[in-house]
């Protein structure tokens, strides 16, 4: 099962552009590799390239889990934040209109005193 994440920039689901996490990370890491191969890189390939084909599915499957928990994680911690950040400037509204509304009404009394 391939792990993807939605780019949601578009405006209907159809729209939406779909990125296959696996296919995303082969085509960076090839792109990084062929700039600048380095020795971990390529025993790192050869070490995948020596593994048998039911391996490299129970390899890629693993690493499409990791993937997808990360992916889950940060977008809680990112849902976490808004919602805690959309409280405090709920309560620091209120709390503005309240200090609002009690210098009005001093300002009233003020006022009501001198007449």
Not at 12 to 25: G, H, S
Not at 82 to 90: E, I, P, Y
Request: glycine share 4%; with cysteine; aromatic share 6%.
């Amino acid at each position: 099962m391939a792990a993807s994440a939605t780019k949601s920039h578009s405006k209907t689901k159809e729209e939406a552009v779909v990125v296959d996490v696996n296919e995303f990370m082969s085509v960076t890491c090839k792109q990084l590799a062929a700039e600048n191969p380095t020795e971990d890189f390529l025993k790192s390939e050869a070490w995948y390239n020596g593994l048998s084909e039911e391996e490299k599915l129970l390899l890629d499957e693993g690493v499409n889990c990791v993937f997808d928990g990360g992916i889950r994680a940060a977008a809680n911690r990112s849902l976490d934040t808004l919602v805690r950040q959309n409280a405090a400037n709920r309560k620091e509204k209120q709390q503005q209109e309240e200090r609002s509304k009690k210098l009005s009404s001093s300002q009233k009394k003020k006022e009501f005193q001198k007449e």
